[in-house]
C-alpha cells in the first residue's frame, strides 16, 4: 500500500472562503475525504501551516517513509529557498501542485524555486490536481 503526505502551505486553510472564482467553494477537508475515498487501497496523510518552518519540518518528518509528498507550497513557491532545500535534501518524491494556473495570473507566480527540486508539476486543474498527483505516484 503506498503512503502519501500532502503538506498545503499558507492560506489554504481558507479554502472554500478564499477567494472562490480562483480557488472554488469547497474546503480542503471536504476534498480530502473524497480523495481517500477514491484511492481506498493508499494511505493518504493531511497537512496544513501557514508558517515556513513547520512546512520545512513536515517535509523532513515524512521524506524518508512516504512514498510520495504532494506539496501545494502557497506563495512560498514563489519566495522560499528554504523549502526547496528541504526538498533536496529528502528522498521521498514531491510532486508540486497548484489549484489554479499559475501562469495565467500575476508575473511574480510565473516563477517557482520549488519546482526544479520537485518529481513533477500540476498546475490548473482545480483541487483536481491532487488527485493527478495521488495519481503519478501510485505509477512510481
Known amino acids: 500500500m503506498k503512503r502519501i503526505q ?8 481558507l479554502l472554500g472562503k478564499r477567494e472562490p472564482t480562483v480557488y472554488g467553494d469547497q474546503s480542503f477537508d471536504a476534498y480530502f475525504l473524497k480523495l481517500k475515498t477514491a484511492f481506498p487501497d493508499v494511505t493518504m496523510d493531511y497537512f496544513q501551516s501557514n508558517t515556513e518552518g513547520v512546512i520545512i519540518d513536515k517535509l523532513q518528518e515524512t521524506g524518508f517513509t512516504y512514498d510520495g509528498i504532494i506539496l501545494n507550497g502557497g506563495a512560498y513557491t514563489h519566495t522560499s529557498i528554504a523549502i526547496a532545500d528541504a526538498i533536496r535534501a529528502i528522498t521521498t518524491p514531491v510532486i508540486e ?7 495565467q495570473r500575476e508575473e511574480y507566480r510565473h516563477h517557482s524555486f520549488l519546482s526544479e527540486v520537485c518529481k513533477g508539476c500540476i498546475v490548473g486543474f ?3 490536481s491532487y488527485r493527478l498527483a495521488v495519481e503519478a505516484i501510485i505509477r512510481l
Open 6 to 13: 500532502i503538506i498545503n502551505g499558507p492560506n489554504l486553510n
Open 97 to 103: 501542485v497548484h489549484i489554479s494556473n499559475v501562469f
Open 126 to 128: 482545480g483541487l483536481d
